[in-house]
T-cell receptor, first 114, second 110 residues
Framework: ETGVTQSPTHLIKTRGQQVTLRCSSQ?????VSWYQQALGQGPQFIFQ???????GRGNFPPRFSGLQFPNYSSELNVNALELDDSALYLCASSLGAPPNSPLHFGNGTRLTVT | GENVEQHPSTLSVQEGDSAVIKCTYSDSASNYFPWYKQELGKRPQLIIDIRSNVGEKKDQRIAVTLNKTAKHFSLHITETQPEDSAVYFCAAVPGGKLIFGQGTELSVKP
């Protein structure tokens, strides 16, 4: 069974640039959720995708957008990067949304915005 | 909006002692309460979870209790070991998304 994989592991961008983060869900999982974890904080929910449709969104501006593909992999796109976007971005997959299935997290992408 | 408060933020215990971490939540619609362990530089890993129709659940040295009336739940680790040292996060789930607490950094001293 392949777990959740994310790429890249680390990324450095300049303020104002755009970034795309990628996530492959665990085998058999059809739901992907994205979280932002600032240093020393708990993860914060960005949005969730189920069967290629956004299925819930947290308190993040529209410059945070996403996609889910037919194979259930997903992308997180962030436009007009700001310094406060520096964080660990975690992808998690599940078979349906919790509590139907627990979330399994990837190792994350560490984004630094300078 | 939904909110989860977690205490304490740091906890230091001697090996073999017990550790207790407490969380409160605001959204009464929450019906699922997972706990995650995150070691430095690693992914959060699910260690135990409890659903709203259960008051207590135990898995070896780890137990979780839930009081839905008071909207609080707790993680209990007995016979702590140095490898239990990590950051622990509680979460509540209203409507399919996890709302995490701020985390507790547990340090187990040998």
């Amino acid at each position: 069974e392949t777990g959740v994989t994310q790429s890249p592991t680390h990324l450095i961008k300049t303020r104002g640039q755009q970034v795309t983060l990628r996530c492959s869900s665990q085998s058999g999982h059809n739901t992907v959720s994205w979280y932002q974890q600032a240093l020393g904080q708990g993860p914060q929910f960005i949005f969730q995708y189920y069967r290629e449709e956004e299925n819930g969104r947290g308190n993040f501006p529209p410059r945070f957008s996403g996609l889910q593909f037919p194979n259930y992999s997903s992308e997180l796109n962030v436009n007009a990067l700001e310094l406060d976007d520096s964080a660990l971005y975690l992808c998690a997959s599940s078979l349906g949304a919790p509590p139907n299935s627990p979330l399994h997290f990837g190792n994350g992408t560490r984004l630094t915005v300078t | 909006g939904e909110n989860v408060e977690q205490h304490p933020s740091t906890l230091s215990v001697q090996e073999g002692d017990s550790a207790v971490i407490k969380c409160t939540y605001s959204d009464s619609a929450s019906n699922y309460f997972p706990w995650y362990k995150q070691e430095l530089g690693k992914r959060p890993q699910l260690i135990i979870d409890i659903r709203s129709n259960v008051g207590e659940k135990k898995d070896q040295r780890i137990a979780v209790t839930l009081n839905k009336t008071a909207k609080h739940f707790s993680l209990h680790i007995t016979e702590t070991q140095p490898e239990d040292s990590a950051v622990y996060f509680c979460a509540a789930v209203p409507g399919g998304k996890l709302i995490f607490g701020q985390g507790t950094e547990l340090s187990v001293k040998p």
